[in-house]
């Protein structure tokens, strides 16, 4: 009777852990998939658009930045290679720049094509996607998962735009663009990292686009819960208790062995990051993963933002303010810290200042310093353009 008690408590457990009785149901995938949905759906599209259109601010100068930025180049010309290699920090780089600007790029142009109509940005985007959907076929080094998470993530925004809102683009290029994203890319990111939380988050992101693009629910119930239990392990609130919580099979069993996953910071406080006392720059691509994370679960009709809303708007507050100039106190990062948070507020806080209400005056104030908002020629751009005061 005791290993029956043993068996079914430890099963319960698992699913606690898993998600799967607690944060909402196992399956997060719609029964049917809103398009374009990967971080921003027709009614953002036609906000921005009006907005643009008007001249109204800031929307009219995110707009012009982007126009005027290498991404919008009608004559771009593609670099696609078979085997894109990416070791530590890029180095070497056999095609890690080209694959990642040409796929934001892409997102530019369908922007483009989307606001003003015309075809030359959207015939563009599809020769970029045309061009490496024909070459490429696998990513190799030890950055190949944080590089296929990057480009993976913008590749999916720029098709669900031009598939879903332009007629040029040849079924039989869609397919094999797909199968691009679907062979080379979603095996490379679907099963998540143990490495620090921003791969996994933007790997997890990446997985979740590419989902939404394939109309594929396991993929995209897979890349969810992955999500779901990344963050908790991503950002520190004080209900977790005296340590932060850890994403299943971390192997971060110890107290020693959580300090120093966390950079050697041992004083934890609500908002703070897993990767903050290592650098703002790689804090900023896990908020904005998460970000972009949950606004499409939004668009997809199940919206994580209420789930994640107190860690991500603690996060982007203590962030903010010490990229606002704030001297860090001493038992936090030992008292320095290192700048560099880069364009990633617009997303989280729009929806949780602006849909939800909450308070986020640091948070507010960098916003409003950075705008408009452009890229940081890796996964992020023109969130202004796309988010601020976006109510759709």
Not at 208 to 231: C, H, N
Request: with cysteine.
């Amino acid at each position: 009777m005791r290993r029956k008690f043993t068996l079914v408590a430890g099963a319960l457990l698992g699913a606690l852990t898993a998600g799967l009785l607690i944060g909402g149901p196992s399956s997060a995938a719609p029964a049917t998939f809103t398009h374009p949905g990967v971080l921003v759906g027709t009614a953002q599209l036609d906000f921005t658009r009006s907005k643009v259109n008007s001249g109204a601010q800031p929307w009219k100068s995110a707009y012009d930045s982007m126009m005027a930025s290498k991404y919008a180049s009608l004559s771009r010309t593609p670099k696609p290679r078979a085997v894109v290699e990416c070791g530590s920090y890029s180095d070497p780089n056999y095609g890690c720049t080209d694959e990642r600007e040409d796929a934001l790029a892409a997102y530019t142009l369908s922007l483009a094509w989307y606001i003003t109509r015309d075809s030359k940005y959207a015939e563009k985007a599809i020769a970029l996607m045309d061009a490496w959907s024909a070459t490429l076929k696998d990513h190799t080094n030890s950055n190949a998962p944080l590089q296929t998470g990057w480009a993976g993530s913008s590749w999916p925004r720029a098709a669900e735009i031009i598939r879903y809102t332009y007629d040029g683009w040849a079924e039989d290029r869609v397919d094999r663009f797909a199968g691009m994203l679907r062979e080379v890319y979603l095996p490379e990111v679907i099963n998540g990292s143990h490495s620090n939380g921003n791969w996994e988050l933007s790997m997890m992101e990446a997985a979740v686009g590419i989902s939404v693009f394939l109309e594929d629910k396991a993929s995209y119930d897979k890349a969810i819960a992955k999500f779901r239990t990344r963050v908790p392990a991503y950002i520190y609130l004080k209900s977790d208790g005296a340590l932060p919580k850890t994403a299943p099979g971390s192997g971060l069993n110890s107290r020693d062995k959580i300090i120093k996953y966390w950079q050697g910071q041992s004083t934890f406080v609500d908002g703070l990051s897993q990767e903050t006392c290592r650098d703002f720059t790689h804090t900023g691509y896990g908020l904005s993963a998460i970000s972009h994370i949950a606004e499409t679960t939004r668009l997809q009709g199940q919206d994580l933002y209420p789930e994640v809303a107190d860690r991500l708007r603690h996060a982007l507050g203590l962030h903010s303010t010490y990229q606002l100039g704030t001297a860090p106190p001493s038992w936090l990062c030992g008292g320095s810290v290192k700048r560099g948070l880069g364009p990633v507020t617009e997303v989280g806080y729009n929806a949780l200042h602006n849909r939800l209400g909450h308070e986020m005056t640091n948070t507010q104030k960098l916003t409003g310093q950075q705008r408009p908002a452009g890229s940081n020629n890796l996964f992020v751009g023109w969130e202004t353009l796309t988010h601020a005061e976006n109510p759709s």
